[in-house]
Structures are given as C-alpha cells and as structure tokens.
C-alpha cells in the first residue's frame, strides 16, 4: 500500500471523467435548441433519405453530393446521412452527437498537452494537472458554443478531431522514431498523417493546417530532439514539400481568387489580408475575456481598405511583428513562446487569409487557440514563486474555469432560445445587418407585435446601413404582412436598386417573400406592377443566376394574370441563365395546360438530363425528381392519346 502513491485523483481516467462530467455540464442548456442559419439548406435533403438503407443508392448518393466545399465533405456528410431519421424534428439528436465529437476531440487535446509536458521535462503529476487545466479551458470556452451547438459546424469539428488524432499519433510515433528510425517507423508516421489528412480534408477543407502544425512542432519543441538523417529526408519530403505547395498555390490560382472576390463580396483579397491582423487579435482578447457580448457570430468588421484605414491595422501588423521578432530571438531558451505563435498562425493560415471567405468566423479558433492555451498554463505552472505554490494555482485556476463554466452555460441558454440568441447577438453589435436581420425574423415569428417590433429593428438598422437594400425589402415584407407598419416609399426602394451594388448579398429570397405574398393577396401595401418593376430593376444589374430567379418571379405574375405566353418565354430565359431544373417543371406544367404537349414532353426530357448530368442536384431529390418527371411523361403521352 505505502507503494502506492498515485491516488485516483491523480489518474487518466479520473481525469477524463472530470472533464466529460464538466463538458457536458457546460453545454447540455443548449443542445435542444433548433436549426439555425445554413443547416437547412445543407441538410434538408436528409428527409429523402430517412427510409434509405445504409447500402441503397440514395444514401450514398447524399454522402457524395455535397457542395459546401470543394471536396464535398463526405465525411462530415456521412455522419449525417445516418442521423437521417431525427430530421428534421429532432435537432437534439444531432446536437449530442456534435458535442460527443467536441469531448473526443478533448481527449485527444488532454494527451497531447500530456506528451509535450513530458517532452519539456515536467514530472508525470506535473504533466498531468497542466494537461487537465489546459484541456478544461479549451473544451469548456464559450467561444467553442457555437462550433459545437451549430449543427453543421460538426464539418469543422470533425476536421478538428482528425487533426488531433494525426497530432496525437504523431507524438507518439515521433518519440519512437528518435529511438528506432526504420522504415517500418517512417512509413507507420507517414500512413498515420496521410490517413488522418485525409479524413479531415474530406470532413473540412481547412484539413492543410496539420502540416503547419507538425511543422510548429518540429521547429520548436522538438528542435533538439535526436533524428537520423532517414527522418531528415522524411521531414523534408512529408511536411515541408507540402507546405511549400500550399503556400504556393494562391499565387498560381491569383487570378480566380481575386475573381471569386469580385463576384462575391464587397472587399478585396488584400482588404481581407490586412484585415486579419487586427481580427487575431481581438480572437485573442475574447480568448483571454470572453463575455456573452463577445462571442456572438456576426460582429461589427470595419474593413481595413489600406495601412492607415483605420489606423489600427498598421499597430496591429507591427504588434505581430514584434511578437514574432521576440518569438525567434528567444527560441532557444523561451521555445513555448515562438510554439504558441506559430500554432495559432497554422490555426489560421487556411481560413484566415488569401481565400474568398467571410472576415470573421469565431469558430476558425477551435483548434488555434489550443498553443496559446497550453502555453500560459504551461508557463504559469512553471513559474518559481514563494507566494503561489501549485495547490493555489490550481485554485487560481479553478475560479477562472468556473467563470467560463458560468459564461458557457449562459450561452449554452441563449442558443436554446433562438430569439434570447438573437437579441443578446443584436444588443451586443446592432449596427451589424445580419444581427438585425436575425433578430427582426425571430421577432417576427411572435405574431402581429412581434411583426410592429421587427419592423422597428429594420427600421433602425437602415439608419445605420442607409444603402442597404436587403433591409429595405425587408422592410417592405413586414409592411406587406401588418398593416400597422408603414411602409417604405416605393420610389425610394426602386432608386436604390437602380443604385445597387452588384456585390450586395443576395436579394432573391427576400424579393421572392414580397412576390409570394403579393400573388396570395397578402400584400395590399404595394400593387402588382410596383413588384414586377422592382424585379425588372433588380435585373438589370444582377449577376447570371439572380438575373434568373427574378425573370422566374416576373413569370409566376405572368401567370396569374393568363397570360402564359409571356410565361413561358420568360421560364425559358430565366433556365438559360440558371440552368434550374425546377424551372424545367414549372415551364412543363404551363405547357401541359395549354395542351402543347409535343413541347412539354420535350421540356420533361430537357428537365431529366439536366438532373442526371447535375452534380449539385442534392442526394434524394434526384430519384424523387426523375420519379415526378416521368409520371408527367406518362400523363403527357395519355393527354395525347385521349385527344388523337
């Protein structure tokens, strides 16, 4: 017994259930909250698949049909695919498993952070406690709320916990490596990186970072540890070949980024650029601070249009500078600080600079702030002092963890009340249009007041966002539902859409709410000519596939007014420019009806080759689709029959 000095609370298990009772403590308020934002349209294809075998066509067929990315994600779509019975009326489902991964995910990080610390020479106990404080902090944040409670951010979180399992399997390789450099070893490190890279980048295409961060590794930590000149050639060939690739390609695919910022969005790629420098640091202030204010999804982004504009894009670039000036000075004696740097600039390097993304995604920090972390606990462990022996660090520790406990269940509340969430997002930055957009929809949910309170955060945020003319329209929709709202000066919504900006963020849907309404008879507010000018205006400057969509609109007035004719050319212009096969069905419908059923059986054929040679038709919708159409064929050719 007197041998046995290692207590319970000092074990891997202990731990670990410690912090899988504290992770699902801090996140369990939220996980019976709804379907937000883009998991809808990511995910509304699952209910044609919620009868569908694991070995049928359709399921499949749903795992390979991804567009969020470039690679699909079918990984991340493959979860899903066997969640297809919970949707959509069970969110919690998909939630629980999210937050399963976000604790798997931990486990990795406890190991990892466990390993360094012995490498840097910390007793097993020691190495222990600086694991459990690091991994607690970095499970239990609040920032990590809306990566594990927004259902489809599971892409991200998969990513992430492949990354880490290649982390972790690489720790363990590589200290056996220094021992036996074989090529049983190398190729067992090399199979372990390219599985895991690969999992990942089928999960998110943010998978790239893990070479950035094998390189951190290599160049800080274990700079000094013994290599053969085998694993020298390995290193060279297996991490720095590919960096170098994946820093290399922006500049050879320049030209199409810079065009996909063109088409896209309202800043430039080197707008974007300098405006990461001052987005890592407020990353790392709601790192070190957070509050429910700071933690909402969309913020306030002033773009930085030059060095000067505004003038903390200059300090922030020199305040990276000197960082990593002093990182690379002291990398010999001080080699954490130059880790925790180059660790959170690998976290960011994929998402955070060149490619045609949004400014700022809290949700880019799951992994980075992981060095950071682990090196203020690490540091603070370490540090000698007379005043602060390790049983009141741990104290100290412990309350600050218990402050982000209560931030994270707070926000964890929030998330299960989408209208709470809302309104804390909106109070916290209401000059930001999707906040405002968010909230006013919320609001709108609660009836005719919660229409009258709508109406009034529209209002305001146009006063803060004068040009934007999704606001209006908006706007335009509450007036059209509640007569109680005034409703905007037509004038003014036709000028600014004269006036539009190309790049604004697209109109169809809320255009396509006012046309809805008007053809039901629900918006007395503004006549039927009034929305088809709207829609001819809106056109005029609009890229392809709104051009479309708002000849589409101009044709369903066209046809409650008879006059089909006009329909279907405006259906057959609105196709070229779309290449929307439901427009096919629409145009077939119109041609049935008017009895031209040699055009509308050619229509139909029309519609079934563009859904087989359509790679982003979702999974599900194909069959049920190509079904349709062929018992409109069927109909079509009985109608042709009966009238010979």
């Avoid at 999992?199 to 160049?219: H, I, M």
């Avoid at 359509?614 to 029959?641: C, H, P």
Wanted: contains cysteine; hydrophobic residues 50%.
């Amino acid at each position: 017994m007197n041998d046995m000095k290692v207590t319970v609370l000092h074990t891997h298990s202990f731990r670990l259930g410690l912090l899988i009772i504290a992770g699902i403590f801090s996140f369990w308020w939220g996980l019976d909250s709804l379907f937000l934002f883009d998991d809808v349209p990511n995910l509304d294809a699952l209910i044609f698949i919620k009868e569908a075998s694991f070995l049928s066509g359709d399921f499949w067929e749903f795992v390979f049909s991804g567009e969020a990315g470039p690679t699909g994600r079918p990984v991340s779509l493959l979860t899903f695919s066997l969640q297809a019975s919970a949707w959509p009326d069970f969110p919690i489902a998909f939630k629980v498993v999210n937050l399963g991964i976000h604790l798997s995910s931990a486990g990795l990080v406890y190991f990892i952070s466990y390993r360094i610390s012995g490498i840097l020479g910390q007793k097993s106990n020691n190495a222990g406690v600086i694991a459990l404080v690091t991994t607690l902090i970095w499970t239990l944040h609040p920032l990590q709320t809306s990566t594990v409670l927004y259902t489809v951010q599971r892409m991200a979180l998969l990513s992430n916990f492949f990354m880490l399992l290649g982390l972790s399997g690489y720790l363990h390789l590589r200290l056996k490596i220094k021992e036996d450099p074989s090529f049983k070893s190398l190729l067992m490190v090399t199979l372990v990186i390219a599985i895991c890279g690969m999992l990942a980048l089928f999960s998110k295409e943010n998978a790239p970072s893990l070479v950035f961060y094998l390189l951190t590794l290599e160049l800080t930590l274990f700079k000094n540890l013994p290599t053969s000149q085998y694993f020298n050639y390995w290193r060279v060939m297996m991490l720095w070949v590919p960096a170098i690739v994946i820093m290399i390609l922006p500049i050879i695919f320049l030209d199409t980024l810079q065009a996909s910022f063109s088409d896209n969005f309202t800043f430039t790629m080197g707008e974007r650029v300098l405006t990461q420098f001052r987005l890592l640091w407020q990353y790392i202030g709601i790192l070190l601070l957070p509050t429910t204010n700071n933690i909402g999804m969309f913020q306030d982004i002033t773009v930085s249009s030059s060095l000067f504009t505004p003038a903390s894009t200059l300090l922030a670039m020199l305040a990276w500078l000197a960082v990593l000036v002093i990182g690379y000075l002291k990398r010999g004696k001080h080699a954490l600080i130059l880790f925790a740097l180059l660790w959170f600039f690998s976290g960011h390097l994929i998402e955070s600079t060149v490619l045609p993304l949004e400014l700022y995604f809290q949700h880019r920090n799951y992994l980075a702030f992981f060095g950071l972390i682990f090196v203020l606990i690490y540091s603070f462990f370490s540090w000698e002092t007379p005043i602060l022996d390790r049983n009141r660090k741990v104290w100290l520790c412990s309350l600050y963890l218990a402050l982000l406990v209560m931030n994270t269940v707070r926000t964890s509340m929030l998330w299960a009340s989408p209208v709470n969430l809302a309104e804390n997002w909106y109070v916290s930055a209401p000059s930001t249009i999707r906040n405002a957009e968010f909230y006013a929809i919320e609001l709108a949910k609660y009836g005719p007041e919660g229409e009258i309170l709508a109406a009034g955060v529209f209002t305001r945020a146009i006063e803060d966002n004068p040009d934007n003319l999704r606001l209006l329209l908006h706007l335009m929709t509450m007036a059209c539902v509640n007569s109680e709202v005034p409703p905007p000066n037509p004038q003014t919504v036709l000028e600014k859409a004269r006036m539009l900006d190309p790049k604004e963020r697209n109109l169809v849907f809320p255009v396509q709410q006012i046309v809805s309404l008007s053809l039901d008879e629900n918006c007395l507010a503004y006549p039927s000519d009034l929305i088809v000018l709207l829609l001819q205006t809106l056109g005029e400057s609009a890229r392809a596939n709104e051009k479309g969509m708002y000849l589409f609109n101009q044709a369903r007035f066209k046809m409650a007014a008879g006059e089909r004719e006009e329909a279907i050319a405006l259906l057959r212009s609105a196709y070229v420019l779309t290449e929307d096969s439901g427009l096919l069905f629409t145009l077939a419908i119109q041609l049935i009806n008017m009895e031209r059923y040699t055009e509308a059986l050619e229509t139909i054929e029309l519609a079934s080759t563009s859904i087989q040679e359509n790679n982003l038709i979702k999974t599900g919708t194909r069959s049920s689709k190509l079904a349709t159409l062929t018992g409109m064929r069927e109909d079509v050719l009985n109608f042709m029959q009966t009238t010979q």
